[in-house]
C-alpha cells in the first residue's frame, strides 16, 4: 500500500533545471540591479526581475523558497502594506510543510518555538456522517497491503464475519492521536515505527515575520507601500505596479500574493474565477482564539459538523484556536459569533471575527507574466487543513518551471494544468465529506447530501461503491489511505471488495491483524504524551 507518508515526503520541490541547485557563482547576468530594480543602462542584461505583490504567509512562502533554490538566477523584491491585515486563521497543516522547511534549513525546533507549534497526527472529524459519531483521518496508512491488496480490503472481508475492531485500531496515528501521545516515526525498518508523518499547528501570524527575516538576509528587498494599480506594457504583459506615493516597480515577473484583492490577476488581468460555491456552499467563517484549557494538548486538529457548516479546533502551545465555517444562506453571521462563541472551551481572548470568501479557482493560474499563488489563485475552504499545502504546492510548479528569461507558453501551460488539477482533486474531497452524510436535521444538510456533484467524484464514488476501490494517482493530494478514512468514516460501505482479500484462511486473517491491533496498542502505550515531547524538544531551545 503506498502511505499517505510516502507521497507527502515525495519529491518535494523538485528542480526542473538543475543549475538553481548547484550555487554556482554568477555570471555576468546575474550582477545586480540598482535600489529601485531598473534594467542596467550599459547593454548587459541583469538577473530576472520577479516583484511579490502582497506579503503575508503566501508572499514570504514564496519570497523564501525563491530566495533559496533560484536566488543567483533572480532579484527579489516583495511590497507589502502594513495597513493590510492577514487572514491568519490557517493554523492547521499537512505534513508537507515540514518538507518546506527542512529544505530551506530551517531547524524544526526553532520554528515551533517561534509560531507557538504544536504536532498533529490528522484531524478528527465528528458529527459528519451522523450525529454522534467520529473518525479521524490519519497522517499515515491502515495496516499493510498484502499481495498488492490493500489493508481495507481485508478489513471489510473480516467485518463482514463479524470478528473485527474498528479500522482505525490498525492505524498508528489513530491510536495515538486518542491517546494524546506523540512521538516522531522512527526510520529503523520497522514497518509500524514509520507508518505515519505529522504536520504542524501553528500561530499562522508568525509564520510570515520568521520567513521575511529568512528572506531578507538572503537578499530579498521588501517595499512598505500599497499598490494601487498595474501598468502594462505594449505586448498586454505587467511592466510595473505602481504604489501610492507613486513609485514604481518594474519587473519581468509578478507573483500576485495579494489575496483575496487579486490586484494583479484580477484587478490588472481581469481572469475569470471559476465559482465552486453550488458545491462548497460555506462562504464565511467566524474565527476567535481562546485560552487553553487545563489538561492534555490533542495532537490533532478538530473539525465538528454543526448545523450550518462546521467549527475547527486547532490546539497551539499558548492558546486555541476556533472558528465557525458556515453558509450565510442558511445563517447570519451574528449567529454563527454567537455560536462559535458559545463553543469554545476556554475564556475567549476576542471578539468573533467573519471573514468572507468563495470556494474556487482563476482559470488559469499564471497568465501572461502574473502567477497567482495564494488567495489570489484560488480558495478552499480549510477543512482538510489544505491552504498553505496549495501555496507550496503552487511555490513548487513555479520553481519547477521557472523561465530563463522569456516566458515559454509550454512552461505556463504545464504550470496551470497541475495546479488545476491538484486543486480539483482536493475540491473532491472536500465535496465527498459533505456529500456523504447521513444527516437530516438541518436544510444545510439536507441540501449538500441531496445537491448534484462533480463526474469526477461521482466516479470515484462509484469504484469505491462497487469494489472498495479508490481511484489511482501517482502525485497530488489525498491518496488511497485518506480515501478510505473519510468513505468508511462517514459509513460509505461498498458491496464488496477485492476477491485476492477472500485468500488467506480466516482464522490467520483474524490472528494476524489481532496481532497487528495489539502491536499498535503496545508502541503507542510507549510513546510520551503529546505535552512531554514538545517539553523535551523545545525546551533546550527556550533555555
Not at 501572461?368 to 504546492?393: C, D, K, Y
Request: aromatic share 10%; glycine share 8%; hydrophobic share 45%.
Amino acid at each position: 500500500m503506498v502511505t499517505v507518508k510516502a507521497a507527502l515526503d515525495a519529491a518535494v520541490f523538485r528542480m526542473a533545471r538543475t543549475r538553481y541547485e548547484t550555487g554556482a557563482a554568477p555570471t555576468s547576468r546575474e550582477s545586480a540591479l540598482d535600489e529601485r530594480g531598473a534594467a542596467r543602462t550599459d547593454g548587459a542584461a541583469g538577473p530576472m526581475r520577479v516583484v511579490i505583490v502582497g506579503g503575508g504567509t503566501a508572499g514570504w512562502m514564496t519570497a523564501a523558497a525563491l530566495a533559496k533554490f533560484l536566488g543567483r538566477q533572480i532579484d527579489i523584491r516583495l511590497v507589502e502594506s502594513e495597513e493590510i491585515g492577514i487572514v491568519g486563521v490557517g493554523e492547521a497543516t499537512l505534513p508537507h510543510l515540514r518538507a518546506f522547511i527542512r529544505r530551506l534549513g530551517i531547524d524544526e525546533a526553532a520554528f515551533m518555538q517561534a509560531t507557538g507549534a504544536t504536532f498533529k497526527l490528522g484531524i478528527d472529524f465528528r458529527d459528519f456522517g451522523a450525529i454522534g459519531e467520529s473518525y479521524i483521518h490519519p497522517f499515515g496508512a491502515y495496516g499493510f497491503d498484502m499481495a498488492d491488496v490493500g489493508f481495507h480490503h481485508y478489513w471489510l472481508r473480516a467485518r463482514s464475519a463479524g470478528s473485527v475492531q474498528p479500522i482505525g485500531a490498525f492505524s498508528l496515528p489513530i491510536v495515538a492521536a486518542r491517546a494524546n501521545r506523540f512521538t516522531p516515526p522512527l526510520h529503523n525498518g520497522d514497518p509500524i515505527d514509520s507508518s505515519y508523518g505529522y504536520a504542524y499547528q501553528f500561530d499562522a501570524t508568525r509564520l510570515a515575520p520568521m520567513l521575511r527575516s529568512f528572506s531578507e538576509a538572503r537578499a530579498v528587498r521588501r517595499r512598505e507601500g500599497r499598490v494601487v494599480r498595474a501598468e502594462r506594457g505594449e505586448d498586454g504583459d505587467i511592466a510595473a505596479v505602481i504604489l501610492e506615493d507613486g513609485t514604481r516597480m518594474a519587473g519581468d515577473l509578478f507573483v500576485d500574493c495579494s489575496g483575496f484583492r487579486a490586484l494583479l490577476i484580477d484587478g490588472a488581468l481581469e481572469e475569470p474565477w471559476e465559482d465552486w460555491s453550488r458545491w462548497l456552499p460555506c462562504d464565511r467563517a467566524a474565527a476567535l482564539p481562546c485560552a487553553a484549557p487545563p489538561g492534555p494538548i490533542e495532537p490533532y486538529t478538530r473539525a465538528t459538523a454543526m448545523a450550518s457548516g462546521w467549527r475547527w479546533r486547532i490546539p497551539l502551545q499558548h492558546r486555541i484556536g476556533n472558528g465557525y465555517v458556515f453558509s450565510s444562506a442558511h445563517l447570519s453571521e451574528d449567529e454563527a459569533c454567537a455560536q462559535i462563541l458559545g463553543a469554545v472551551e476556554g475564556e475567549p481572548l476576542a471578539d468573533p471575527r467573519v471573514l468572507r470568501f468563495r470556494a474556487g479557482r482563476r482559470d488559469r493560474s499564471w497568465v501572461r507574466n502574473v502567477v497567482a499563488i495564494g488567495l489570489s489563485g484560488g480558495f478552499l475552504e480549510p477543512l482538510e487543513s489544505t491552504s498553505i499545502h496549495l501555496v507550496q504546492m503552487a511555490i513548487t510548479r513555479l520553481i519547477a518551471l521557472f523561465p530563463d528569461r522569456e516566458i515559454a507558453a509550454i512552461d505556463r501551460d504545464e504550470y496551470n494544468r497541475l495546479v488545476d488539477l491538484e486543486y480539483d482533486r482536493v475540491r473532491d474531497f472536500l465535496i465527498l465529506h459533505y456529500h456523504a452524510t447521513r444527516r437530516t436535521d438541518s436544510a444545510f444538510w439536507n441540501h449538500v447530501r441531496t445537491m448534484d456533484i462533480p463526474e469526477t467524484l461521482s466516479r470515484k464514488m462509484e469504484l469505491w461503491h462497487a469494489g472498495a476501490q479508490v481511484e489511482a494517482y501517482q502525485e497530488g493530494l489525498f491518496l488511497e489511505a485518506s480515501w478510505v478514512a473519510v468513505y468508511l468514516g462517514q459509513g460509505i460501505l461498498p458491496s464488496a471488495w477485492d476477491p485476492r482479500a477472500d485468500n488467506p484462511a480466516a482464522q490467520a486473517l483474524s490472528g494476524a491483524m489481532d496481532d497487528l491491533s495489539r502491536t499498535i496498542a503496545a508502541r503507542v502505550a510507549a510513546m510520551p504524551d503529546h505535552r512531554a515531547t514538545l517539553d523535551g524538544l523545545l525546551r533546550p531551545q527556550a533555555a
